[in-house]
């Protein structure tokens, strides 16, 4: 009988630049090219270098880091970024990725104060991803609340497994503030999952994005998950970082999060005779003592020594 292997699927995993707010997108390059990330995710928001292709660029080749995806300019804040037309950002965003090398523009469904946008926009998604080899993901999103009042703020919907689109992003801290469940929803999804933000929530009306594992979200099961299915997106890691109390704690977290994916994306299977797609096996229950020096044992290690680490400073 075959021994089991470590089997690291082809997905990437990025740092997004929002992962280092309120530090800046350049500083996101160096905190992920340090700490041995695939490469990064742009958001395009406030900060001018996130909106100027020629300097992510130069950032790229400084840091040897690629784009693998743009998240076009969709948050209330970002409105008059690249314009106030939505279609125009998103053209843009699509412009830049193709300039860049990014496969991926994540953008999110319209307000519904976008009545016009909103109307349009699954076929105009639709259009546009015929028009070009770069994928748009449509990110799930969440209901807003105030007390014990809920708003739908997103048109069609905040669930996007609710039409029709080539392509979906599926964000745990959207569906953990939806309060819905994110396998289900992956399950509905099905190949048309594209990418992936991690990230983790404990259910909270407010979009917390908690370093992976620190929640109640299904992270590690998406991610053996994606590891036995053979997923060949990319994997964001989307996490909030403002609170920390220095550049050293913040990028203490960055690197416990890319230990934990990378460790959770190590899924252990034989050669022979593959692990099932519905019965995925946590790869510290599958490890054998031939296995013990694996990419996946070095992850735990060093999501170990990262929250350690992380602890002894907010002493």
């Known amino acids: 009988m075959a021994e089991p292997v470590v089997r690291i699927p082809d997905a990437k ?3 997004s630049t929002a992962s280092v707010y309120p530090e800046s997108t350049a500083t996101a390059f160096e905190i992920a090219a340090r700490l041995g990330y695939d490469g990064v995710e742009v958001m395009v928001w406030n900060d001018p270098v996130s909106q100027d292709i020629d300097a992510l660029r130069r950032l790229s080749d400084f840091h040897r880091i690629p784009i693998l995806a743009v998240h ?15 279609w125009t950002k998103l053209q843009r965003a699509r412009a830049a990725a193709e300039r860049l090398g990014a496969s991926t523009v994540v953008v999110h469904p319209p307000f519904r104060w976008q009545r016009q946008y909103a109307r349009d926009f699954v076929t105009g998604i639709w259009r546009m991803a015929d028009e070009t080899d770069v994928r748009f993901a449509v990110e799930n999103m969440y209901p807003w609340r105030y007390r ?4 739908l703020a997103y048109a069609p919907d905040w669930d996007v497994t609710k039409d029709d689109y080539r392509h979906f992003t599926i964000d745990l801290s959207h569906a953990s503030t939806a309060r819905t469940d994110a396998m289900q929803m992956v399950d509905r999804m099905a190949d048309r999952l594209g990418h992936v933000h991690l990230a983790d929530g404990n259910g909270s009306a407010k979009d917390e994005h908690l370093v992976p594992g620190r929640g109640s979200q299904p992270c590690a099961e998406l991610l053996e998950r994606l590891a036995l299915t053979g997923f060949d997106g990319h994997v964001v890691i989307e996490v909030n970082t403002r609170r ?3 550049g050293a704690e913040r990028e203490a977290d960055l690197a416990e999060a890319l230990a934990f994916t990378r460790l959770h994306l ?6 022979s005779s593959p692990a099932p797609r519905s019965a995925p096996r946590s790869p510290a229950s599958s490890q054998s003592p031939a296995t013990s020096q694996s990419p996946a044992s070095s992850s735990r290690r060093s999501a170990r020594s990262s929250r350690s680490s992380a602890k002894a400073r907010r002493r």
């Open 148 to 151: 014990d009042r809920e708003m």
């Open 244 to 246: 920390a109390m220095s």
């Open 72 to 86: 076009a300019p969709c948050l209330l804040i970002t409105q008059r970024v690249w314009s106030t037309d939505p």
């Open 266 to 271: 190590a899924s252990a299977s034989s050669p």
């Open 13 to 15: 995993v990025a740092l």
